[in-house]
């Protein structure tokens, strides 16, 4: 897969990191070839953020990337800022990249006088003037639909393949923590040539559920647990708690976004059945919770191939979540 020029790439293109994740937009300007652009976000003393783009955008395609993770709301108001401005700054097109997007959870009205945020915060960054979006392996995937622009619904699907192909799967199968995630790990299991379960799980409150059983067999198999987040941890232990009552063996713990909030690093830490947790760098992953079985994988690749493809006007299809042919799935970049 040959990537356009480097210095066509450079000219045209002007790429901005918000406040959450500056290591991955570096990586997705390393992928790409070119320099991350200067900004300054800083406060005045009533609170209120500045944000100052610190190159011209003017004729240029803008890329903005920031991950909603904590501080959400301050990254959400940054990011909404840095877009208002490209456009004001006559950027020719202005593409958010948002490896983490948290308010994917909020999709539905579940309870009486409350907010489809999701649908909210989409409304919010067409209104600020981006012209397209490109965000990750959502919690629920018809917040695709909530937007208004083109948006690039992309999967981490790669860099899993990738990594577990070197595995021995002699033995093992992938379990959804749930009936309604169960797509994303049969594409996983499919991929692997591996075997695909689920669980029966019930949420009765943010950071706790109930497991009723585990769908398919599992008994002296080992386990790939695959989710689209780890945020408390209260599903994967209820999981585990299933799994091991089913007869399992050794368990590896797979997600896209390791949020891991809360007191769920040391929930981690305390089952000895878990022998790897593989996760990605859509958030950033501080010291504090990189357990020594921990392996974070770069999605860099990813993005940065969307962002050339989409520059170029090339299909990005083989990288959107629920993509029909796994293997399309596993680029060669």
């Known amino acids: 897969m040959s990537r356009c020029d480097e210095s066509e790439l450079s000219s045209q293109l002007r790429v901005f990191s918000g406040s959450s994740h500056p290591e991955l937009a570096r990586e997705i300007t390393d992928y790409l070839g070119c320099e991350l652009s200067p900004s300054l976000t800083k406060r005045f003393s009533n609170d209120d953020l500045y944000v100052q783009l610190g190159v011209s955008v ?32 006559s950027a020719t097109t202005v593409h958010v990249v948002i490896p983490y997007f948290s308010y994917g959870r909020s999709d539905k009205k579940d309870q009486p006088r409350i907010s489809i945020t999701a649908r909210l915060v989409a409304d919010l960054i067409t209104t600020a003037g981006a012209s397209h979006v490109m965000t990750m392996t959502l919690h629920s995937p018809q917040v695709h639909g909530f937007f208004s622009i083109p948006a690039d619904h992309l999967t981490s699907h790669a860099v899993f393949v990738r990594h577990f192909r070197t595995k021995d799967l002699s033995n093992t199968v992938v379990v959804s923590p749930d009936i309604g995630h169960a797509k994303r790990a049969t594409k996983l299991a499919r991929a692997l040539g591996v075997g695909v379960a689920a669980g029966d799980k019930e949420r009765v409150a943010d950071d706790r559920v109930v497991v009723a059983g585990i769908i398919g067999e599992v008994a002296n198999k080992n386990v790939i647990l695959f989710d689209d987040e780890i945020a408390t941890g209260g599903s994967i232990v209820a999981m585990v708690d299933a799994l091991r009552a089913e007869g399992c063996k050794r368990i590896t713990l797979a997600c896209t976004h390791g949020v891991f909030s809360g007191n769920s690093i040391e929930r981690l830490r305390n089952i000895c059945e878990i022998d790897e947790i593989v996760t990605t760098n859509t958030v950033p992953i501080t010291p504090e919770k990189r357990l020594p079985n921990m392996t974070v994988l770069s999605v860099a690749p990813i993005f940065g191939e ?25 680029p060669t970049w």
């Open 306 to 330: 969307a962002i050339r493809r989409n520059l170029v006007g090339l299909s990005v299809g083989a990288l959107f979540d629920f993509w029909p042919n796994p293997d399309d799935c596993v």
């Open 58 to 89: 003017r004729a240029k395609a803008v890329v903005i990337i920031q991950s909603l993770c904590s501080p959400v709301s301050d990254n959400i108001i940054e990011m909404l800022m840095m877009v208002d401005a490209a456009r004001s700054a």
